[in-house]
């Protein structure tokens, strides 16, 4: 090769590396430009258009959990947070009577080009921390179920940043409040004579996609089919719609 091609050739290299590394600054540029300004306690964005789902995680604690199954449904609680990308919401709450508030509101965060490696490792630690120390609520021995109630408040608690709301109801389904009480061996009768009432009580589920977790209480006998069915009648009757029911035993 001579020294004249030599050259050329060292200026071809020369310009490849100069428009590979003019590429990765302009790359770098339009993520820079296009991140969000974030809330730096909750990690979500201050403009919407970036939160595409926003889940609404409803904890019933009216009764305990085995440890395998208390496992078993934080487990698949994490799994469904897993599946969410950077800046979807999440918020949870515990089944009980009254004005609902979040135990916890934040979105998950993103690996930002401002932020450290460090900064973007703490941001994704707090998170799961956060959503950990909620998790802990699900332990049981509470007095009632208002879960008709809860859905009310949490439903209402829409976020207005054009996300989709999701909520994920962990929950045995047995009811226990002033709107009705499944315990009761005649819940169904019950209902029918006050169906009325009841509907009357029904959250606004309207564009609402729900997910059931339903930890199994074998030692009740009214948590059968017919329970399971009414609720899902009754959930599309307040306009939502189902799209996945799991039942957790105490063993998996």
């Not at 430009?33 to 904890?59: F, N």
Request: aromatic share 8%; charged share 25%; with cysteine.
């Amino acid at each position: 090769m001579t020294r004249r091609k030599r050259s050329q050739l060292g200026q071809i290299v020369a310009f490849v590396l100069v428009v590979l590394v003019l590429g990765v600054i302009g790359w770098a540029a339009i993520d820079y430009l296009d991140e969000p300004t974030v809330d730096g306690a909750t990690s979500c964005p201050q403009e919407p258009g970036h939160t595409k789902v926003s889940l609404s995680i409803l904890l019933d604690s009216t009764d305990t959990y085995g440890a395998g199954q208390r496992l078993s449904l934080i487990n698949r609680v994490w799994d469904e947070v897993d599946a969410l990308d950077v800046y979807d919401r999440v918020k949870i709450y515990q089944v009980e009577r009254g004005e609902q508030a979040p135990l916890q509101n934040l979105c998950k965060p993103a690996r930002s080009v401002q932020d450290s490696p460090i900064h973007q490792q703490f941001q994704e630690v707090r998170f799961k921390e956060r959503i950990g120390k909620a998790l802990q609520r699900l332990e049981g021995e509470r007095a009632i179920s208002p879960i008709i109630e809860s859905l009310g408040w949490v439903a209402a608690d829409r976020e207005r940043d054009g996300s989709e709301l999701r909520i994920l109801l962990v929950s045995d389904l047995l009811e226990y409040s002033d709107v009705i009480s499944h315990y009761s061996p005649d819940w169904r009768r019950n209902f029918e004579r006050n169906r009325q009432r009841i509907l009357g009580q029904c959250p606004n589920l309207e564009d609402v996609r729900l997910d059931l977790l339903i930890p199994a209480r074998p030692a009740e006998p009214n948590q059968n089919n017919d329970l399971f069915e009414w609720w899902l009648e009754y959930l599309e009757s307040c306009n939502g719609y189902v799209t996945s029911v799991a039942r957790i035993t105490g063993a998996g």
